[in-house]
Nanobody
């Protein structure tokens, strides 16, 4: 059974930084497209960053490019999302996602709140 477990959420002031982790069990992350999505209150879930399977290439949404960095540690079966210069608009629940053809897995979500 595939499971994705996120950690690292929390409360931070604008301009601050946080690092999210997503550990996978029951599978190897290298074979999946791994992504981070977020959903703010009253808004649709949106893709933030993605690493295509079997590559180290990360793609980002326009709203986070230059501030967020997604990385993957195959040995630890973990993906990370380093978030710098956080803005109030980044407040959302962040979800780890694994996608392989028509199969999708989601983590339970991690709350990120950016507030003064």
């Amino acid at each position: 059974q595939v499971q994705l477990i996120e950690s690292g959420g929390g409360l931070v002031h604008p301009g601050g930084s946080l690092n999210l982790s997503c550990v996978a069990s029951g599978t190897l992350i290298y074979i999946w497209d791994m992504g981070w999505f977020r959903q703010a209150p009253g808004k649709q879930r949106e893709l933030v960053a993605r690493i295509v399977r079997k590559t180290d290439d990360a793609n980002y949404s326009d709203s986070v490019r230059g501030r967020f960095t997604m990385t993957r540690d195959v040995a630890k079966n973990t993906v990370y999302l380093q978030m710098n210069n956080l803005e109030t608009e980044d407040t959302a629940i962040y979800y780890c996602n694994a996608n392989l053809l028509s199969t999708e897995q989601w983590g339970q979500g991690a709350q990120i709140t950016v507030s003064t």
